[in-house]
């Protein structure tokens, strides 16, 4: 028996042979929209699109992106795209800005839904041994269920703590000697900074984490890293397409992979729309391939990020893409110069003695733009010199000009959800 590796892995991954594994279901998907779908019919047929016109990736090209608000402005449920007696349950997405979106599954949906999440667990090296404390909260939101579905999957232990509480997680987390933490970025990192302050870290029995629902850095990755003692990987998910556990990096945390055998990703112009080819920074867009409740056609996510053109040395069969560098949305133009919360996080990487957390405050005095950087520094640092090494690195990889503030470790917010970083006062 030959247990050996092959020599040499291929360098780059072959999308070329993906799409062309894609295309029946791509052309099966859009068919069914047409036929089951008053919705994507009336908008297939406004851009004059017949379905029989969609057969490969590059076809995709002439069909029109589908946006968040579509699903709020009609009645919810206006996308589904079966008989409602085949819809087995609803999500909601977060309504932080108007009404919630609301996402029928079937069965299948629920399926394979499951499938990707233990996929995640498989790559994240959980297994039936494991205990896996489940921290995101259950209910309309995705996160807490979804994680709960594909821990049962793989015969581990699923410890359903749900949202908040922050002393009960620990108890538990103590008292059953939880080995995996699922939870937001924001929140891991609250409780390790819960725990070091509490010092029982090595009374825990914690090795892995699968954390996301946020862009989270590098720095932020290392530091959550450090204070928990686990191996950390990236989930990504989004509530409109299953919810959390469509794509994990794996062990070489070179990127995320996506599992494309549900889903097709595109990568576009934000603001053109165009189409961009791998490796291209660009607004990340799904298509899922095999969605039946509410499939959608071209979804903008508002992800910043790039299909990798580099195949991964783990040898998967699913591309990846780079970690979210930031968001669309949170894209804001200072000065003639587009700049995003990811770009800070990489300043960070590089400026001695500055922790994760930051802020961008934009304002506008007399006319003209002023952003302000706010970042903390680590004891053993003087202020003075973490803000002018970070104001000097904002000049040289950025190419613009900032104030920088440095203010001691933990005193920038810490939230259990989704972290706030950018303040744009300028138009208010
Ligand atoms: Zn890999």
Redesign the pocket.
Known sequence: MNLATPKSRPRTFDYESLYRQQAPALQALVQRLYTNSPYYRKKLTAAGINPGDIKTVADLARVPLTDKWELRNGKPLDLMAVPEAEVVRIHSSSGTTGKPIIIPYTRQDVTDWTVMMARCFNQAGVSKHDRVQITPGYGLWTAGIGFQAGVEYIGAMAIPTGAGNTAKQLEMMLDLQTTVLTATASYALFLGEEIQRQGFRKELALRTGLLGSERWGDKMRRRIEELLGIETYDIYGLTEIYGPGIGL????H?GI?IWTDYLLVEIIDPASGKQLAPGELGELVITTLTKQGMPLLRYRTHDLTRLKVEA???G?RFP?IDRVLGRTDDMVKIKGVNIYPGQIDHVLQHTPGAGSEYQLILTREQGKDRLQVKVEFLPGYEAADVAAECRQQIKTRIGILADTEAVPLGSLPRSEKKTRRVYDYRNV
């Open positions: 990096d794996c062990h070489y070179t992979h991964c040395p783990c998967s990846m």
